[in-house]
């Protein structure tokens, strides 16, 4: 057998993977969830997702800024929000934000040439939701926003996860 005819029955015996580079950004982000977050599967198998994207720092690539939704991710404050930078093919974290709400603005504001964030705290003793405003430090966004300033009273920016913003379940295949 002809080495090329060789290499192509072994391809089509290997299935229809679709190589990196066609693979949406959207579907690089949820294998690379999937792989991340794979020791949640069997007692968390129904998390749920929301991804969004902006380019936080100016660099002409978006970061995913991802809401994870189950028992392991949430408690009486709200939920975990991660946020992944582009790495090659893939992704690297840059910040795990906890007690997170929607909505996630992105303000137009900078600190250290990234974009600064704006998150909803509610419950932890705060009696009237706030929005709190999550910068940058130089290497990551601070984890707690209870901890955080609030944003300035009409501070301009866009929501990236709306309360109502679709989920995708985490350990589904497509």
Known sequence: MRPLAALAMLLLALGPAAPAAAQTREQRLHAFLQTTNADARENYADTTYTAAFAD????????????LYS????????????????????????ADLTIVNAPVRLLNTRTRGWRDLGVHVR???????????????????ASNPSMAPPTRRGAQGRVLIADDTPSRRLFEER
């Open 123 to 141: 419950g932890g003793g705060f009696e009237v939701p706030r929005e709190a405003r999550m910068r940058f430090d130089g290497t990551t966004y």
């Open 56 to 67: 936080l720092n100016g660099d002409g690539r978006e970061e995913a800024l991802v809401s």
């Open 71 to 94: 028992g392991l991710f949430c408690g009486s404050g709200g939920c975990a929000l991660y946020i992944y930078t582009p790495d090659g093919a893939s992704w690297r974290q840059l």
